[in-house]
């Protein structure tokens, strides 16, 4: 597959978001061509979607893979069923459902990560309100609760201290039919969360960025600061070892994101898997030698990985939540360009929305408190 | 124009050739819309391309300017009456062709620059053998005779000791009706060859990159090294200025390449211009803080400009020159991106053809003379 016929290789993106479009200038600036299977019209990856249709159609999917030489994903939605009918007709798929279903079911990823021996908080999958009472009490009196399929940036996480809270996840489990659990863990009293980021291939060849921290506001990424500041190096050590164990340990092909707690005590235990590029990995598209865009497409290319270095000391990144409410970003370029003509300014060609992701501001620099000053003023300006 | 209606700003390019293909990369990251108007199916900047048709053509011409807020050029090859016509239908050019006619001329340019009081090799307009071999005789018996209009990567350009060496052009000249003159120039005695970019806005801000080294091989760019070696710092400062007082004499908008001869005596004397993004700024994709082709973009759409500052202390860019025999560059990843981690290699999607530019390689780094081998062994394996 490293270089499909005639030489030219193409990349087909199910999903067309904003992780589908910042595909488009490493496929370019490479000379892949990449393809994108857009849920709707007008979507952030528009100039590339040369499909649009339901990935939850099948006959959709199939006919989309038949135009490309591989399939990604921009998100981690598709049924397995059809994941799996992909691979039955020869598709290269990657991320491979095997690998993929411990991104799509949160109870899957922590037995999984249980039996590759991974540090994670304490959790239980629970089938009803007695059960998901009795581990909240084992466990202080308060826990996070999560359904294990569909959740995204704070969407299908509560922290609860009453079973009943979540008694309208338990009917909507009952009436799918197909039963289930919702997944259940102790309440980490963390000091800041970290994310470490990996890229995979078929072949094995494994590369790992910094570890970098990010900042959740109301469960969604708002900061990430790369690499994350230290006064010991073991827990980057720790992190990166992880992060490397679990792609191996599941097989993950592309970018696979580990996001993480570290505890008081100095420890690192995995929270979230994502198995695409990951929003604590903007800041790689100026931070890195190679982005995690990049990366993402020569990883589930099977070419040989980039360097993953720093270009600089420090690189913050900074999300634009909402955005101007008079339109898109371009709006405000007129003052933000011309006050931070060092910040590199992305817009994803969304419009405003409260809390929607609809860019990201990034600065470079050798002083890592100078380039967050300068990243959150820059992105100030788009509020 | 800094923000077009609803915020949304829509850049339409004149020719699809690899710099409006890498003008597309920024455009998304920006959040702008870019069109490009290509000549044929199956060009460099496919991707962007929602048009196809000749630029020589009026109509075709008008009817893509209709989709964008502002029109700029892969190219300087479109006619002037038709550029003249678009303003006069209210369409913002960026360059104007009051500008752009020093590119398109280069009779025109030697006579401004002259104006200007630029240093520019000793020069004459000459419309017969015998004008030409007086001037031949006057210099030394050799001079360099270029074809006003159309000349590029060496094509137009002979180097003559006898005037009836170029007796073709004159032929050629006559049998256009119009008339004309070819330009004649003194063989300069030059150390090596530079050149200096900077962009304009229509507002007036200008920004200079550092001045860069180019290598020239059979009349064709093989070589740039950002930034240009130098014992003493008052050549680039003169470079700058040199272009800076261009830029702003012709109003030049978007960006400006000066290509430059410095002397054995430390002078440095223009010898070409060009008005779009040039070959000696690809280096700046990865090795300035803003690329030359988002700056382009930001300069024609009358956005603030970004910094130009290098993002590591030497950049080195590489042509690939014809290409693998065996198909486009992607044939010979699996060896060449696994030689090189570090090296950015771009492909332009062209065909292999002896001496066709279909990509090319940059690397970054600390020091000058270890990033100037990288980068020439990684693009020696596209060879």
């Known amino acids: 597959m490293a270089a499909g016929e005639n030489g030219i290789i193409r990349v087909g993106v199910i999903g067309g978001g904003q992780l589908a479009r910042m595909m488009v200038p490493p496929a370019i600036h490479l000379g892949l061509r990449i393809g994108v299977l857009a849920e709707s019209a007008g979507m952030s990856a528009e100039r590339a979607a040369d499909a649009v249709g339901d990935y939850r159609d099948p006959e959709t999917v199939y006919a989309f893979a038949e135009t490309v030489d591989v399939v990604t994903f921009d998100h981690e939605h598709v049924p397995q069923p059809i994941l799996r009918e992909l691979e039955a007709r020869g598709v290269a798929?990657?991320?491979?459902?095997?690998?993929?279903?411990?991104?799509?079911?949160?109870?899957?990823?922590?037995?999984?990560?249980?039996?590759?021996?991974?540090?994670?908080?304490?959790?239980?999958?629970?089938?009803?309100?007695?059960?998901?009472?009795?581990?909240?009490?084992?466990?202080?009196?308060?826990?996070?609760?999560?359904?294990?399929?569909?959740?995204?940036?704070?969407?299908?996480?509560?922290?609860?201290?009453?079973?009943?809270?979540?008694?309208?996840?338990?009917?909507?489990?009952?009436?799918?039919?197909?039963?289930?659990?919702?997944?259940?863990?102790?309440?980490?009293?963390f000091t800041r969360e970290l994310a470490q980021l990996v890229a995979r291939r078929p072949s094995g060849e494994t590369r790992a960025w910094p570890l970098v921290e990010t900042v959740q506001r109301d469960g969604v990424c708002a900061e990430v600061i790369a690499p994350a500041p230290f006064d010991d190096p073991a827990t980057a050590d720790e992190a990166e070892r992880i992060a490397r164990a679990i792609a191996e340990g599941v097989g993950a092909t592309g970018v696979l994101a580990v996001e993480m707690f570290e505890t008081r005590d100095g420890r690192v235990l995995v929270n979230e898997l994502a198995m695409r590029p990951h929003n604590s990995g903007h800041f790689s598209i100026e931070g890195s030698v190679t982005s995690q865009f990049e990366q993402h497409l020569r990883a589930v290319a099977d070419l040989p990985l980039g360097d993953t270095a720093m270009t600089a000391p420090a690189a913050v990144m900074i999300n634009v939540l909402g955005g101007p409410t008079e339109g898109p970003m371009p709006v405000r370029y007129a003052e933000a360009l011309a006050a931070h003509p060092r910040a590199k300014v992305h817009s994803y060609d969304k419009l405003p929305r409260p809390g929607r992701k609809v860019g990201h501001v990034t600065v470079t620099g050798e002083d890592p408190a100078a380039v967050l000053a300068e990243a959150r003023a820059a992105a100030a300006l788009f509020d």
Chains 1, 2 share one sequence.
Do not use: C, N
């Not at 039996?115 to 959790?123: Q, T, Y």
């Not at 466990?139 to 995204?152: N, P, W």
């Not at 309208?168 to 289930?180: H, K, N, Q, S, V």
């Open 93 to 189: 798929v990657h991320p491979r459902p095997d690998a993929l279903q411990y991104a799509q079911d949160k109870i899957l990823m922590r037995q999984r990560l249980d039996a590759l021996g991974v540090p994670v908080p304490a959790w239980a999958a629970v089938a009803d309100e007695r059960e998901l009472q009795e581990f909240v009490e084992a466990h202080g009196g308060r826990a996070v609760v999560k359904t294990a399929r569909g959740g995204y940036d704070g969407k299908g996480v509560r922290v609860v201290s009453r079973a009943d809270e979540v008694r309208d996840w338990f009917t909507a489990l009952a009436e799918d039919g197909r039963g289930g659990h919702l997944l259940v863990e102790e309440l980490v009293d």
